[in-house]
T-cell receptor, first 115, second 115 residues
Framework: AQTVTQSQPEMSVQEAETVTLSCTYD???????LFWYKQPPSRQMILVIR??????QNATENRFSVNFQKAAKSFSLKISDSQLGDAAMYFC????????????FGDGTTLTVKP | EAGVAQSPRYKIIEKRQSVAFWCNPI?????LYWYQQILGQGPKLLIQ????????DSQLPKDRFSAERLKGVDSTLKIQPAKLEDSAVYLC?????????????FGPGTRLTVT
């Protein structure tokens, strides 16, 4: 079974600075996808960024980028130029592309942005 | 495009009572997920449907939980009888398919309190 571990329950960052959220996962599969989701206090979860495991290039979406280290099974999220609206809980998620697309989520990191 | 709809948004019941949650996914999305999110934890997959067939229900407590997806569209999740430990937010999500890098779109959730 796949597991996803987010070792930082809480993180804080000063507005306009950069923060990195950590995620590690365990799997024996080679075909999978990784996602970061954001869950603001209103609780509707939305996608931040995704990474295909077969791609070596790290995904980037505006101020959000990932550092994907497949051999180390590490998938960290970097938020640059942090904004107050980035304050939320962030979840790292693994989705198998072979095992019926089964998804596994980490327990999340609560990000606080200080003005 | 309308998002994933869930109702009710909040529900308070006593232990041993029954409760049902409803989800309407995004039109055209073949895959539907039900998650249980206990406060401070990540979403835990309860059941996954592909159209109207069950793909994965390995973590569904089948002695008290049941779910169905009528005609491959709407879905209901039922708990009977409820226990105190069922207090959680129940999230419904949908995606175009289990294969590929398709993201999951989440509903606002139903917050269940069992007293």
């Amino acid at each position: 079974a796949q597991t996803v571990t987010q070792s930082q329950p809480e993180m804080s960052v000063q507005e306009a600075e950069t923060v990195t959220l950590s995620c590690t996962y365990d799997t024996s599969e080679s075909d999978y996808y990784l996602f970061w989701y954001k869950q603001p206090p209103s609780r509707q979860m939305i996608l931040v960024i995704r990474q295909e495991a077969y791609k070596q290039q790290n995904a980037t979406e505006n101020r959000f980028s990932v550092n994907f280290q497949k051999a180390a099974k590490s998938f960290s999220l970097k938020i640059s130029d942090s904004q107050l609206g980035d304050a939320a809980m962030y979840f790292c998620a693994y989705r198998s592309n072979t095992n019926a697309g089964k998804s596994t989520f980490g327990d999340g990191t609560t990000l606080t942005v200080k003005p | 495009e309308a998002g994933v709809a869930q109702s009710p948004r909040y529900k308070i019941i006593e232990k041993r009572q029954s409760v049902a949650f409803w989800c309407n996914p995004i039109s055209g999305h073949a895959t539907l997920y039900w998650y249980q999110q206990i406060l401070g934890q990540g979403p835990k997959l309860l059941i996954q449907f592909q159209n109207n067939g069950v793909v994965d229900d390995s973590q569904l407590p089948k002695d008290r939980f049941s779910a169905e997806r009528l005609k491959g569209v709407d879905s209901t999740l039922k708990i009977q009888p409820a226990k105190l430990e069922d207090s959680a937010v129940y999230l419904c999500a949908s995606s175009l398919s289990v294969a590929g890098s398709y993201e999951q779109y989440f509903g606002p959730g139903t917050r269940l309190t069992v007293t």
